[in-house]
């Protein structure tokens, strides 16, 4: 089986009072990474993943904190990883 390379981006739409919890709880979910927005509370993230199911799965993850409102896939880019020998 070939192993693969993930890359997405979100915009995880949150209510601003809940913003800095949201925030935190993005820090240990592996493979995420804010990149800005949170003053507006639209969250610019991405993920890197090994497979597609962990996009779903941890988009999944980021829709279930208390005061997101919606989480939307904005990007999703897969690579095969070369093998060295």
């Not at 509370?41 to 208390?66: M, S």
Request: charged letters at 25%.
């Amino acid at each position: 089986m070939s192993r693969e390379f993930h890359i997405s981006s979100l915009v995880v739409h949150s209510r601003p009072d809940r913003v800095p919890a949201i925030v935190e709880s993005l820090a240990s979910i592996e493979g995420a990474e804010l990149h800005g927005g949170a003053d507006a509370g639209k969250l610019i993230v991405t993920l890197e993943t090994e497979t597609e199911a962990q996009v779903v799965e941890r988009i999944n993850a980021i829709q279930l904190h208390d005061g997101v409102l919606a989480a939307t896939l904005v990007f999703h880019h897969f690579e095969p990883v070369q093998e060295r020998e």
